[in-house]
């Protein structure tokens, strides 16, 4: 994943944290607009996601968080 999704996604994450708590989920849709304007950055996280990580559909804020951090 290049810097700027990784970027939207700690960002994203944590609004959602502040907002809702440590509770809150969300899916890999939360990181994008309703519109369809970058589909390669879409399936480039889909696939990080549901193939690589074989997440669920909503998965803990925290966890992606974290593993969005680990990443290189």
Known sequence: MN???KSKI???C???IVA???NVGLS???????KNDNPELLMEV???WI???QLDHFEKAVKIKEMVESLN
Do not use: M, P, R
């Open 3 to 5: 810097k700027e999704i």
């Open 10 to 12: 700690i960002e994203v």
């Open 14 to 16: 944590d609004a959602k």
């Open 20 to 22: 809702k708590g440590e």
């Open 28 to 34: 890999f849709y939360a990181f994008f607009k309703n």
């Open 46 to 48: 889909a696939q990080w």
């Open 51 to 53: 193939l690589e990580h």
